[in-house]
């Protein structure tokens, strides 16, 4: 099998980890240049329950790869 039988795994780890990280930079620092139509802060609910879901789905995948 192609990546092997933990393949789900840890593609659930790595999007999980990049959506949680990705969100809470969302917040910490925003991007300093700004489009026409871009908000000028992140969402904060928004942001924290999409790196809430990341850290689930992170810590999931961990869990299933050490069990």
Do not use: C
């Not at 990049?18 to 802060?41: C, H, I, K, N, T």
């Not at 879901?53 to 961990?62: E, H, K, R, T, Y």
């Amino acid at each position: 099998m192609l990546g092997g039988p933990d393949i789900l795994a840890y593609l659930v780890l790595a999007l999980g980890a990049a959506m949680a990280v990705g969100s809470v930079l969302a917040l910490v620092r925003p991007p300093e240049a700004r489009q026409d139509g871009d908000l000028e802060q992140a969402p904060v609910v928004r942001s924290l329950a999409f790196a809430a879901v990341g850290v689930v789905a992170a810590l999931w995948a961990i869990a299933s790869l050490l069990s």
